[in-house]
């Protein structure tokens, strides 16, 4: 009865009672107690956001660690449950101004800038170019910087690809963003083109968030793996600038910005010298240390090498700035609801197992660094516990439904992997139906640590409820202080997610099927070159 109370409110209790009754023993044995008690802890002023390298990373390790120790889990990197994760604490100077011609732009309300480099100054004074979408795409024939030569300037790239605007699926996946459109690729193709700064113009529903999200994220402290070259290759300025500034300053440039920006999104676009000069001096702090990746298993009977694998990020974004003031950024659905997920899980098999052991490895894991680019899950796909080709599959729960049951279940991505497939049978039995990610513009699937598992061929799947049955979510708490736990989530989404999850795992833990990736792209192909 307590289950089916919970799952009543978005559907009618009769529906809610059918979805009840339709929970597997996986579902059955699920402790939402547990799972409470898990996500009030981790989103605590105690735990301070759960920053890395900060004392709040501190307490979320030992948590966790403390956690698996309790319910049995063998440790997943050998001896240990933590994986150390070297980075850069590199934390910008905010008390600084960007020039672009005539123009002074200010900080926080004009434009956000940071960098990977370890470099204590970056200096710009050099030349403006706008360079479209900031894309080299040679399968779409499209090349935003065919015929300029960007080295060593700075460049004004659009959010998304052109598809956005098209809304025709033969072209750039239409209103889907495909990796283009990634803020992420737009800073590493500039890079590749030797630009020595780049600034992305935000626009709220191209980008699928608002300019204070963009804001809290550019001028709080950021993490970056250290490379050899102690990161020269990459660019030397991550900005981003509001609609509004980038207005001003293609005017100021004698440049009608929205016939440019209706001129970018055309075959044979292009890019446009602005003519202006652009002056910023970047001044940081940098800190080098580890942070920890963290991970149990429950070892498989007959093909322990084998491993299905289940994550979900533990950090947050620490200590902000709101209104002037500091506030605690708790990260209560994203992602201290995801953590606890994994957790509660873990149990479960663990009590599931002594009953019968399951015949492949299952892998709990929670993984630092997120928020800042997927770091802590590209150090794990770079140096896994096992060789890349088996990991079976790599599942990942980035913010769950802490409401009300639902009778769908969002799929990121279409006809990605076999993973889709596993997701909807189990859905069909819970009474459910796969539902098409509402928002394809904002690029989900590339914006959480299961792409990094793709990128080294890992058939990876996202499960994400970020704001889906509370839409005031993404605008109002996303990424703010206001998202905190709350003693009235109901917890029905929960429940019937961590069921579908647990029986995704349970399937593969036990049929020796090898998921396979369909459509042909870079994920296909290194999963080929693995051998798989």
């Known amino acids: 009865m307590f289950r089916t109370l919970l799952l009543c409110g978005a559907l009618t209790c009769t529906g809610a009672a059918a979805l009840a009754e339709n929970l597997s ?11 409470r008690q898990d996500v009030k802890t981790l989103a605590s002023d105690e735990f301070e956001g759960r920053a890395p390298l900060s004392a709040g990373e501190t307490k979320t390790i030992e948590y966790l660690v403390s956690q698996f120790k309790d319910m049995g889990l063998q440790p997943a990197f050998g001896t240990s449950y933590v994986q150390e994760v070297p980075l850069a604490k590199i934390t910008a100077d905010q008390n600084m101004a960007l020039q672009m011609g005539d123009l002074s732009l200010v900080n926080g309300s004009d434009f956000v800038a940071r960098t990977e480099r370890i470099s204590e100054e970056i200096t710009l004074d050099n030349d403006l170019v706008f360079a479209g979408y900031g894309i080299n795409a040679p399968e779409y024939n499209w090349n935003d910087y065919a015929g300029i030569d960007v080295k060593g300037k700075t460049v004004i790239v659009l959010v998304n690809d052109p598809g956005f605007t098209s809304g025709d699926k033969a072209f750039f996946n239409g209103r889907a963003m495909t990796y283009y459109g990634r803020w992420t690729y737009k800073y590493e193709e ?100 580890a942070s920890q990746n963290v991970a149990a298993i429950l070892p498989g009977s007959q093909n322990p090498d084998e491993w299905v694998a289940l994550h979900a990020h533990w950090d947050g974004l620490g200590m902000g700035m709101e209104n002037a003031k500091q506030v605690v950024l708790n990260g209560a659905v994203d992602n201290a609801s995801g953590v606890a997920g994994v957790l509660e899980l873990a149990r479960v098999f663990k009590a599931q197992v002594k009953a019968k052991p399951f015949k492949r490895t299952l892998m709990f894991g929670a993984f630092t660094a997120e928020e800042t680019g997927l770091i802590g899950a590209e150090h794990f796909a770079k140096n896994p516990p096992v060789p890349a080709k088996d990991i079976v599959a790599f599942l990942n729960i980035d913010g769950m439904n802490v409401n009300n049951a639902t009778d769908y279940t969002l799929q990121y991505g279409e006809g990605v992997s076999e993973l889709e497939d596993y997701v909807a049978r189990v859905a069909k ?39 889906d049955t509370d839409p005031q979510f993404i605008a109002s708490r996303y990424h703010k202080s206001g998202d905190d736990y709350f003693a009235s989530w109901s917890l029905g989404g929960v429940l019937q997610d961590l069921d579908l999850i647990g029986q995704v795992m349970a399937e593969l833990a036990n049929n020796g099927d090898w998921p396979h990736w369909k459509a042909d792209s870079s994920f296909k192909e290194a999963r080929k070159a693995s051998g798989r």
């Open 25 to 35: 023993a996986i579902g059955q044995s699920i402790n939402l107690d547990n799972y």
């Open 190 to 289: 500039a890079a590749r083109q030797g630009a020595k700064a780049v600034f992305i113009v935000h626009e709220t529903m191209a980008a699928g968030y608002g300019w204070g999200v963009v804001q809290a994220g550019g001028t709080t402290p950021k993490y970056t793996l250290v490379d050899n070259q102690q990161n020269q290759s990459k660019v030397g300025v991550m900005g981003w600038m509001t609609l509004r500034a980038a207005e001003k300053v293609f005017s100021a440039a004698g440049v009608d910005y929205r016939a440019v920006k209706k001129a970018a999104g055309q075959p044979g676009f292009k890019a446009i010298d602005l003519k202006q000069q652009v002056k910023l001096a970047l001044r940081n702090s940098i800190e080098h240390k």
């Open 429 to 467: 039995n819970q009474g459910r139906f796969v539902k098409p990610d509402p928002r394809p513009q904002n690029g989900l699937f590339f914006r959480s640590d299961h792409f990094a598992a793709a990128r080294q061929g890992i058939p990876s799947y996202l499960f994400m409820s970020l704001g």
